[in-house]
């Protein structure tokens, strides 16, 4: 099984910071990657594809990086809208697997 | 609308079953492949499995952790997936989320369910 990584765990940062969450995969998944979004209480919302494909409506401050091992999700400007839990996500292969996600919070 | 509605959870003792169903609308559920996602309470996200569409002839993956217990489905006339869980145990406890894939085979998932509470306990 592919296992993902990510650091760090939690964060806190303020409205404006620019803020990188990395994942590392334990082999190379190419560029099939994902990164999801989770608010507390709700359903997880897909922010990029394909490692860093910008998912249609997702606000063009999110991005994504990265291919291989290595991936790196980046808001440039945090909004106090984006305190969240945030999970990347192999799919190259069966298992699909998640990483053990990132909280954001906000300072 | 473009949304998925899951129903079916509920609380049963271990060793029980249990069948969540998924309701699709606003899109042509037969094109795509579809999962069902988990969350333990306050625990990070688990794939549970996925079926495949049609013009792959339906076929499923599972993770280790469910394999052998789980059986996902799907009836595209009635835009619905389905998870028939046997042999529940106390770890299979989590809110369950069915998901969409978004194209082609190597998909992420690009619609989610509300998700739906399954407790299995005594």
């Known amino acids: 099984d592919i296992q993902m990584t990510q650091s760090p765990s939690t964060l806190s940062a303020s409205v404006g910071d620019r803020v990188t969450i990395t994942c590392r995969a334990s082999q190379s998944i190419s560029s099939w990657l994902a990164w999801y979004q989770q608010k507390p209480g709700k359903s997880p919302k897909l922010l990029i594809y394909?490692?860093?494909s910008l998912e249609s409506g997702v606000p063009s401050r999110f991005s994504g990086s990265g291919s291989g091992t290595e991936f790196t999700l980046t808001i440039s400007s945090l909004q106090p809208n984006d305190l969240a839990t945030y999970y990347c996500?192999?799919?190259?292969?069966?298992?699909?697997?998640f990483g053990g996600g990132t909280k954001v919070e906000i300072k | 609308e473009v949304q998925l509605v899951e129903s079916g959870g509920g609380l049963v003792q271990p060793g029980g079953s249990l069948r969540l169903s998924c309701a699709a609308s606003g899109f042509t559920f037969s094109d795509h492949y579809m999962d069902w996602v988990r969350q333990a309470p306050g625990k990070g996200l688990e794939w549970v499995g996925r079926?495949?569409?049609?013009?792959?002839?339906?076929?499923?993956e599972y993770a280790a952790s469910v394999k052998g217990r789980f059986t996902i489905s799907r009836d595209d006339s009635k835009n619905s997936l389905y998870l028939q869980m046997n042999s529940l145990k106390t770890e299979d406890t989590a809110v369950y989320y069915c998901?969409?894939?978004?194209?082609?085979?190597?998909?992420?998932?690009?619609?989610w369910g509300q998700g739906t509470m399954v407790t299995v306990s005594s």
């Open positions: 996500q192999q799919y190259n292969s069966y298992p699909l697997t």
């Open positions: 079926t495949r569409n049609k013009a792959n002839s339906y076929t499923t």
């Open positions: 394909k490692a860093s």
């Open positions: 998901a969409r894939g978004r194209e082609g085979s190597y998909s992420s998932f690009d619609l």
